[in-house]
């Protein structure tokens, strides 16, 4: 009869540590990104009139600050195709292009920057890179959530 009832509680332990694991597999669904789904225009038209409800634009900064997204957008989804080129193809990185693609892409944000301060006032401006930093931190804390959540 003991060694029954341990059995049994074997085998509950056992199930329970199988049905915690995360599974992985062709089930698992990856979460598609806002640019997959849209086009261009459309994640520019989206950004632009976040910005304007948050910053309180007028229609031609809006017209301006639209433009400069749909810039954006555009080689981003670029960028994004020729990453998964190179996905598929298993092709490794040297440090040079990576330095070159870091260096590439601060240059990109330094002038998007340089841009909206044309375009802002000096309080919308403000404003912008006040929330800036909060998106920066909010989404480093994000990412060592799931850091610690794929290590369990």
């Known amino acids: 009869m003991k060694k029954m009832i341990y ?3 074997a085998l509950l332990l ?3 540590i199988g049905l915690a694991q995360h599974r992985k597999g062709p089930n698992h669904q990856k979460k ?3 640019f997959e789904k849209y086009t261009p225009e459309q994640i520019a038209t989206i950004n632009s009139k976040r910005m304007a409800l948050r910053l309180d634009l007028n229609s031609k900064q809006q017209k301006e600050v639209e433009a400069l997204e749909l810039e954006k957008a555009k080689f981003k ?3 994004m ?4 080129k190179e996905e598929n193809a298993d092709k490794a990185i040297s440090e040079k292009d990576h330095f070159d693609r870091a260096n590439e892409r601060l240059d ?5 920057q340089n841009s909206l301060k044309n375009i802002l006032d000096d309080d919308q401006y403000k404003i912008w890179k006040q929330d800036m930093k909060d998106r920066k931190k909010r989404l480093g804390q994000e ?4 850091k610690r959540n794929s290590r369990r």
């Open 32 to 34: 598609t990104s806002v």
């Open 108 to 112: 990109r944000q330094l002038a998007y």
């Open 81 to 84: 195709a020729e990453r998964k």
């Open 143 to 146: 990412r060592m959530k799931r």
């Open 7 to 9: 059995l049994m509680l």
């Open 14 to 16: 056992v199930s329970g």
């Open 77 to 79: 989804k670029s960028k």
